[in-house]
């Protein structure tokens, strides 16, 4: 936590430094969510799932967690020039010790307006896998979008990206990317990630995207028996109003191994969301998801739930009590596993310099 304050006290330094220059002032922003949560059943064997509460050690077990904090810094160096920095702390990323320590999530340089209405970015960057989803979701401090709670990309990289929009009222739009395809981590491998969306929004309140990224295999020979290249495809669409939101998301992923065969993830999510009254909303999502369908007769198909309430106590601060479920449908004869099922009251706040 000692890295966190002294970054935060660096970032306000250049912050007031900008003004004092005369030069366009940086901003500071940020937020932090997590729980009070007691996983009410799960099974007491080895866990099966890349799920946050597959871990059977928590059961019939309450206690606090923080999930995610953020501290973002924004600075716009010209009028075509804007730099962005995040640093992330969660509760898997821990020291040596197992307390709570920090990496960068983004740090890049935007070019806007490259040519009318493009914008190039290079360095750390977020990449496009669920980032429309995950915004119009609206429920991060839920629970990540399903490509993402089932670990099958990554939402930054290092590398090069252009977008853009295109048509009238910008009803047409692009994000195109290279990458290294490490993610937050150094290059150390010849393979390279290419990103590919492309969105549309035929009226106000809708939208449809079409989402593709390919990752080339490792070529080094120490790496033969991991070696594989993965192709995902996924197909988003929602309806948002100020009322409420509706939205659908299916994707298939082929990772193409060298030395076993094919592994075929594939999965469908659907959210709503809406205001009730007041300052209460409520929301509620079902994904089913395939870690293989190439092994009809082995492991599981999983389903998820989870529901809850908005409490918006003030515009930057949110009490969410939700239920959290993955449950297990076994494969051939794999045996029975009971559903882990969580009950929680999160909480999410937000902070602006």
């Known amino acids: 936590m000692k890295s966190i304050i002294t970054i935060m006290g660096l970032l306000l330094v250049i ?33 099966v799932s890349k799920v946050q509460y597959a871990d059977s050690a928590l059961n019939k077990s309450g206690a606090f967690s923080l999930r995610r904090m953020y501290l973002y810094y924004e600075h716009a160096i010209s009028e075509n020039f804007q730099a962005q920095f995040l640093l992330e702390s969660n509760d898997g990323s821990l020291d040596g010790s ?43 401090s839920v629970e990540k979008t399903i490509l993402d709670m089932r670990g099958l990309g990554g939402a930054s990289d290092v590398g090069v990206s252009l977008k853009g929009k295109f048509g009238k009222d910008g009803m047409f739009g692009y ?8 993610g937050q981590k150094p290059e150390n491998n010849h393979s390279r990630k290419y990103y590919g969306s ?6 106000k309140a809708l939208v449809v995207e079409a989402y593709t990224d390919h990752e080339s295999a490792i070529t080094e020979p120490k790496a033969y028996n991991k070696s594989a290249s993965k192709t995902t495809l996924k197909a988003f669409t929602a309806y948002q109003t100020d009322k409420f939101t509706v939205g659908l998301e ?10 076993t065969s094919d592994i075929t993830p594939l999965g ?25 369908t190439k092994t009809p007769k082995a492991g599981y198909k999983e389903s998820f739930i989870t529901l809850g309430l908005d409490y918006q106590a003030h515009k930057s601060v949110h009490i969410m009590p939700n239920l959290w479920v993955n449950s297990y449908s076994k494969k051939g004869s794999s045996p029975n596993r009971d559903s882990d099922v969580v009950a929680r009251i999160t909480f999410l706040y937000v902070y602006n310099r």
């Open 15 to 47: 912050h007031v430094g900008a003004n004092a220059q005369d030069q366009p002032a940086g901003k500071v922003s940020g937020y932090v969510f997590g729980d009070y949560f007691y996983k009410m059943s799960g099974q007491e064997k080895k866990a």
């Open 98 to 140: 197992g307390r709570y320590t920090t990496f960068v999530k983004l740090a890049n340089l935007e070019w806007k307006n490259i040519l009318p209405d493009q914008n190039l970015a290079f360095g750390m960057i977020g990449t496009p896998t669920w980032a429309l989803s995950e915004k119009i979701w609206g429920y991060r």
């Open 175 to 182: 994000t195109t990317m290279v990458s290294n395809g490490n």
């Open 198 to 203: 492309f969105t549309v929004k035929p009226i």
């Open 250 to 259: 299916a994707f298939k992923q082929t990772q193409t191994l060298t030395d």
């Open 268 to 292: 469908f999510s659907i959210f709503a969301s809406g205001a009730v009254m007041g300052k209460l909303s409520a929301y509620g999502r079902f994904d089913t998801f395939d870690p293989n």
